[in-house]
């Protein structure tokens, strides 16, 4: 079992960044894949980045690719998402997950409740 809860959301300036954090409580976090997905208002949940157990690969989403990072640190059972050069459709409520290597939600277990990132223009 892993609880997930996400932090960093907020308020900010297109071009400006963010870190989100995702915390998580269970012996068996450095098991698990991780994953970040966004939803922004009236559209479907979309993948954003994951990163396998080890952290040895990553993959994002073409629509974040060269401005987003994400990284894990298994000691502090914690994932991040650095994201730069933010845009007014990064705005969306931010969700991390544990499961599989996958860019479908599908492929994972466990959710947090998400955190909101907004962007303005």
């Known amino acids: 079992q892993v609880h997930l809860v996400e932090s960093g959301g907020g308020l900010v300036q297109a071009g400006g960044s963010l870190r989100l954090s995702c915390a998580a409580s269970?012996?068996?976090?450095?098991?698990?894949?991780m994953g970040w997905f966004r939803q922004a208002p009236g559209k479907e949940r979309e993948f954003v980045a994951a990163i396998r157990w080890s952290g040895s690969n990553t993959n994002y989403a073409d629509s974040v690719k060269g401005r987003f990072t994400i990284s894990r640190d298994n000691v502090k059972n914690t994932v991040y998402l650095q994201m730069n050069s933010l845009k007014p459709e990064d705005t969306a409520v931010y969700y991390c997950a544990a499961g599989d290597f996958s860019i479908s939600y599908y492929g994972y277990d466990y959710w947090g409740q998400g955190t909101q990132v907004t962007v303005s223009s």
């Open positions: 269970g012996r068996t976090f450095s098991r698990y894949a």
